[in-house]
């Protein structure tokens, strides 16, 4: 057997997510491909949870707790990187997972470039306080990105050896839309027809009391940010990695986007109506409409529909809608949301479709709903409509251009995956993430192996992102919201 180098990870935020996904999957994977998490980063004030977190978890691990006066965005203090240098030597780390808010993610990549350490990071790349309303924010992801390619190519030329620089899109590693993909590439070898039309859509059911939205720190839209910056990117980076064949070339995308923000989901749901639905509501909640209203003037996207359109020569060759809901069916009953999980409970929901148009050739519609909250100790139909782990793909082929193609075609997710991932951290999205972390170690050992992830093959992912925001804060401003970008 092929020897394997041993991976000691930092990883950079223990959050809900990261005990979601990162721990139990490197605990469960670790011995077979020799890597494990040796240092834990995160606030002081998280400290207590997580010390009870590891005590219960059995895992003894190296921890560092920074203070609120060592929180940075821009650059690490020289305090926390002379402390961080230490323990990385002493427990020698040459891997890093960051997951941390977004905001905090570049300070975390340019420290770890520079050390020449492995990077695997939570999406998106970056965000800015106030990026949906601040044109000049919004054009700062793409800096942003452009940095870091620069200092990633500079450190590796500083450490002779190549740095695997990876982003979590674990959509780009899930066996249906890989399945998809295949799909999509035989019919334009076939035919010579790119994807003409993508809608997308995703809502993640997750309803917050209007207190809640001024007062919750965890995907935030009190920093001025929202959706976009939350679970928006998967589908933002979707879109352009479906589409994307090799010769099929666009020099130009234009997008308008339009969001609904909390003062005017305040506007949706009054209230007053929050009284009559739970009648607990002032027990936990004091604060009246007009001062809520004055209070959440900027801050970020609740849901956010974008038209685009991906050009060529000024053709347009794709038109897609990218439409992403936090407002959205939900199963949260209950007025207080202390005690809950923030990630994955608390009421919600996933809806999510795709409905792809290959010209008169091809439609693929791909749907995936839950009807109620994950519930791991729930067995039963899981597979169905509104189950956990519900995905189905529909195929429509025009059969009189090729003898092998059947005119519907019908695939489930249960055909495409096999379960891995147990207890809390289960379903097809684990699975797939479970891929993206396991193919981030094989690089680490492999290094001419090709990825679906690097960061090098995100580049019209951030210039969707960026130019939403950017459109979105035109809108704002009640200014032409059309945004070009030329490739």
């Keep these: 057997m092929e020897s394997r180098k041993k991976i000691n990870i930092l990883l950079v935020g223990l959050g809900p997510h990261a005990k979601r996904i990162y721990f139990p999957i490197i605990k469960k994977d670790g011995t077979n491909i020799n ?57 020698n780390i040459n891997a890093v997972f960051i997951s941390t808010e977004p905001l905090a993610h570049i300070v975390y990549a340019k420290y770890a470039l520079s050390r020449g350490l492995h990077i695997l990071m939570d999406k998106p790349l970056s965000t800015k306080e106030n990026i949906s309303t601040n044109i000049n924010k919004a054009k700062e992801i793409i800096n942003d990105y452009e940095k870091l390619i620069v200092l990633h190519k500079k450190a590796e030329k500083k450490h002779g050896h190549k740095i695997v620089f990876n982003l979590m899109a674990q959509r780009r590693f899930h066996p249906a839309f890989i399945k998809i993909k295949q799909l999509i590439r035989d019919v334009y070898e076939s035919t010579g027809c790119p994807v003409t039309s993508i809608q997308s859509f995703h809502s993640d059911g997750q309803w917050r009391m209007p207190e809640e939205i001024i007062d919750q720190d965890y995907h935030p839209y009190n920093q001025g940010y929202g959706k976009l910056s939350h679970s928006g990117y998967h589908s933002l980076d979707l879109v352009p990695w479906l589409i994307d064949i090799d010769d099929v070339d666009y020099d130009q995308i234009n997008i308008v986007s339009q969001s609904s923000r909390p003062i005017d989901f305040f506007e949706q749901l009054k209230i007053s109506n929050y009284e009559k639905l739970f009648p607990d509501y002032r027990n936990f909640f004091a604060r009246d409409e007009k001062n809520i209203n004055s209070t959440v003037k900027l801050y970020g996207e609740i849901d956010c529909f974008s038209n685009i359109a991906f050009k060529r020569k000024n053709k ?86 090729c003898p092998k193609w059947k005119n519907y075609e019908k695939i489930s997710v249960r055909d495409l995956n096999i379960n891995i991932m147990e207890g809390v951290s289960r379903g097809h999205q684990e699975d797939a993430r479970r891929f993206c972390i396991l193919d981030f170690i094989e690089q680490i050992n492999n290094p001419e192996k090709t990825t679906k992830s690097s960061i090098v093959d995100h580049k019209k992912s951030i210039l969707l992102m960026s130019g939403a925001y950017q459109s979105m804060c035109k809108s704002f401003k009640r200014k032409n919201p059309l945004i070009s970008i030329n490739l």
């Design 316 to 401: 347009t060759i794709t038109l897609a809608s990218v439409n992403l809901a936090h407002n959205g069916f939900s199963q949260r009953g209950w007025t207080t949301a202390k005690g809950k999980d923030l990630y994955k409970g608390n009421g919600r929901v996933r809806h999510e479709s795709h409905y792809i148009e290959q010209g008169p050739f091809q439609a693929i519609s791909f749907i995936s709903y839950q009807g109620k909250e994950v519930n791991p100790n729930n067995i039963d139909g899981v597979y169905d409509v509104g189950g956990e782990y519900h995905l189905d793909i529909h195929v429509f082929r025009n059969d009189k251009f």
């Design 35 to 91: 890597a494990k998490i040796s240092l834990i980063v995160d606030l002081e004030e998280k400290k207590e949870d997580i010390e009870k977190y590891l005590l219960a978890s059995g895992e003894k691990i190296d921890t560092l707790f920074l203070s609120s006066k060592q929180k940075k965005y821009n650059n690490l203090t020289k305090e926390v990187e002379k402390i961080l240098d230490e323990k990385i030597k002493k427990l």
